[in-house]
């Protein structure tokens, strides 16, 4: 069964930091190109960052480039998202995203709700 499990939201104050997380089972994950992406209130989802197999090749929406920071543990399957100098505009449902080759499979966690507030 495969499973995206994402963890590390919460409330946070401007300029904070948060570190999320997506443990991924059921598939090789080694194998599979890994994304976050968010929705905020209101909006259509957005990418936010993305990391290669091998995670040679890192990419990032230009809102958030300089403060998130994408990596991935192949021996522990899991994706991290680095979360720095938040600002209320980052406040959103933050999804993992799992893409395999040939973009034969596409797979999706529940989501973690940031919040940036004071």
């Known amino acids: 069964q495969v499973q995206l499990v994402e963890s590390g939201g919460g409330l946070v104050q401007p300029g904070g930091s948060l570190r999320l997380s997506c443990a991924a089972s059921?598939?090789?994950?080694?194998?599979?190109?890994m994304s976050w992406y968010r929705q905020g209130p209101g909006k259509e989802r957005q990418l936010v960052a993305r990391i290669t197999t091998a995670a040679r090749l890192t990419s990032y929406a230009d809102s958030v480039k300089g403060r998130f920071t994408i990596s991935r543990d192949n021996a522990k399957k899991t994706v991290f998202l680095q979360m720095n100098n938040l600002k209320p505009e980052d406040t959103a449902v933050y999804y993992c995203?799992?893409?395999?080759?040939?973009?034969?499979?596409?797979?999706w966690g529940q989501g973690t709700q940031v919040t940036v507030s004071s």
């Open positions: 059921g598939f090789t994950f080694s194998n599979y190109r």
């Open positions: 995203n799992a893409l395999g080759p040939l973009a034969a499979n596409d797979y």
